[in-house]
């Protein structure tokens, strides 16, 4: 079972082809694109996304979208007569510094309440982003974030929204899709996108205040959104990594659903390590004890620092052991040396960055968010001079472990990918995206393709699951 479970999942992993079938017809509709019989020379234009990053211009994008009529029951006035009207009006900005930190951060915690909190929606996660120079313009991230006010200026909800030229940095692979668009003799990109950029993490993605406005705000920014992808003449508008409730009502407003896979931690009620290690199975338990035992047998030390005591000298050595990993493993480092300096300094004691240390100097570090009720576990990195075995399990899982004990958090989320993960404790959970395509030919055939998709998904999931790490009993 686990290795059919593996296989499995593997192949769920590698981005997945295009499995859409497009009706006989397809082609001819596209003839103001591109004549269907020169399809096959479209393969010439697969640069346009898998080649160096370009930059997108917002052209046509109107800043001004619109005021709108909301009718809403406060709740002293009951009968239909005694309804009221608000204004509300949407633009977009540019720039997530054209609306100030408290007044996007209130937004994002009206969203989800303080119990959930998310770290990556705030203004100073977000703004760090555009300021160092990772999402902006000239690397095919165009901020385009959303805006609603009421008629007084108070803001009353936000969408972290870009306008992308690539599908780099979004961890939910649509590269295929890009390659059925372009075969037809038309353009993918491009696109919008709503998400946190580089970091595949799930959180409201419609951030609103809570109020009597609440649904009829979150209804007319959907509509808008569709509205200014389709004026616009984009292709696409994608929402990744929502909740799964709002994955729901974007459904009702003609999204397409996606769904894929992550592996969480989840921590029940554990007072220390030993208590979660003796909800394991024998041969697990064993296995994660004698990899931690391995750290103190090569002369490491792990510490866990937070906020201020972060200085300039870790984030300098971070950034080194960032540049390793994204240069031994073939990817790209989206993020700059100043983005952890002034995500560091924005965030405070929402970072916990743990280091491995070899006598007096940094090893190895492993970056996590600090949420309401979640430990977010993002990147890590080593020093490329030395082989450390079992040190990356140990900064990235048994101390997220550990922290989120001490902290009384109920989940660590270790982000994308990673079948390894199971064996110490971290089970599949799915995770959410939306689809809204303006050609309906298209449109139909991905929908296809993303039917046959999540009933592999679900599978893997289940595979996985019942082959899991935990003695019977333990969900």
Known sequence: MATAAVAVSYCYCKPSPFLGQFPSHFGKCLSSFGHAENAGKASKTSAIFWGAKKSVEPKGLDLSLGDFT????????????????????????????E????????????????????PFLSHGFLSSLEETGCAVKETGWVPSHIVAKDA??????????YLKSHSYGEFVFDHSWADAYYGFGTRYYPKFQSCVPFTPVTG??????????RDQVFDVIVS?????????QLSSLHITFPTEKEWHRFKENGFLQRIGMQYHWKNRNYKNFDEFLMDMKQSKRKNIRQERKKISTQNLTM??????????NHWDSFYTFYRNTTDNKWGTPYLTRDFFHTMGSKMGDQVLLVIAEQGDEIVAGALNLIGGDTLFG??????????????????????????AIELNLSTVEAGAQGEHKIQRGYLPVPTYSCHYLT????RKAIQQFLVRESSQVELVMKLLRDDGPFKDGIE
């Not at 709740?75 to 608000?86: F, G, L, N, T, Y």
């Not at 050609?439 to 298209?442: A, R, V």
């Open 378 to 403: 993002r990147l890590w990195g080593c020093d490329p001079k030395v082989y450390y075995p079992g040190l990356h399990f140990e900064a990235c899982y048994y101390q997220a472990m550990e922290a």
């Open 152 to 161: 007084d200026g108070g803001v009353l909800g936000v969408v972290p929204l």
């Open 204 to 213: 409201p993605r419609i951030l609103i205040r809570n109020t009597s406005l």
């Open 70 to 97: 909301i009718t809403v029951s406060e709740p002293e006035r009951a009968s239909e007569e005694q309804r009221v009207s608000k204004k509300v009006s949407l633009s977009l900005i540019s720039s997530i510094s």
């Open 439 to 442: 050609d309906e030919s298209f």
């Open 99 to 118: 609306v100030s930190a408290d007044a996007w951060d209130a937004c994002n915690l009206d969203s989800t309440g303080a119990e959930k909190y998310n």
């Open 303 to 312: 510490k866990r620092l937070r906020g201020y005591e972060i200085k300039a």
């Open 224 to 232: 808008t959104l569709k509205d200014l992808t389709t004026k616009s």
